[in-house]
């Protein structure tokens, strides 16, 4: 078991590109998780997965930030047209049924 | 929406001194978890509570949850420095998502 694993651990890109972030959670789990986090804030609620049905979203996710999940299996979240407002750690997290996450290490992505 | 306070939002103490921090909310959770952060890293889960009254223990970190299942309070006697981080709560329901706090950040000094 090698945990929860996010790449890249740090992403710096100009106003205006694209960026994919991918998390390959632990392989039991079946629920995944996206997360945003803040200099001086917790951890915001983006959106989760069972299994490969994305079955909620926050409203903080803009249109553009897509998630997916194909097969069940790693994931992958995308920003278009990033803004320097998207600047943060995005973590991933997984479990197994309604338990505790385990966390990855994070992607900080620094927009300039 | 920050659902989840927690107090005090930065603590710096001396290597054995005794503290407790504070999480609460006015909404009503089935579970409630606390979580150590380190710089540049994701949160770590230390604890799972579910039931109102419940104490739990940790070697020298005692959680507890409040009787309504509103608020929890995470004691840490004898701090030593490893202790140092970032200190989360977050509370969950029947849903998918865990809401979590804006954090206490402690300090232990040598």
């Known amino acids: 078991d090698t945990g929860v694993s996010q790449n890249p651990r740090h992403k710096i890109t100009k106003r205006g590109q694209n960026v994919t972030f991918r998390c390959d959670p632990i392989?039991?789990?079946?629920?995944l998780y996206w997360y945003r986090q803040t200099l001086g804030q917790g951890p915001e609620f983006l959106t989760y997965?069972?299994?490969?049905?994305?079955?909620?979203k926050s409203r903080l996710l803009s249109d553009r930030f897509s998630a997916e999940r194909p097969k069940g299996s790693f994931s992958t979240l995308e920003i278009q047209r990033t803004e320097q407002g998207d600047s943060a750690m995005y973590l991933c997290a997984s479990s197994r049924g309604a338990g505790g996450y385990t966390f990855g290490s994070g992607t900080r992505l620094t927009v300039v | 929406t920050q659902l989840l306070e927690q107090s005090p939002q930065f603590l710096s103490i001396q290597e054995g001194e005794n503290l407790t921090v504070y999480c609460n909310s006015s909404s009503v959770f089935s579970s409630l978890q606390w979580y150590r952060q380190e710089p540049g890293e994701g949160p770590v889960l230390l604890v799972t509570v579910v039931t109102g009254g419940e104490v739990k223990k940790l070697k020298r970190l005692t959680f507890q949850f409040g009787d309504a299942r509103k608020d929890s309070s995470l004691h840490i006697t004898a701090a030593q420095p490893g202790d140092t981080g970032l200190y989360l709560c977050a509370g969950g329901n029947r849903g998918n998502q865990f809401y979590f706090g804006t954090g206490t950040s402690l300090t232990v000094i040598p």
């Open positions: 997965f069972q299994n490969e049905a994305q079955l909620e």
């Open positions: 392989s039991e789990h079946n629920r």
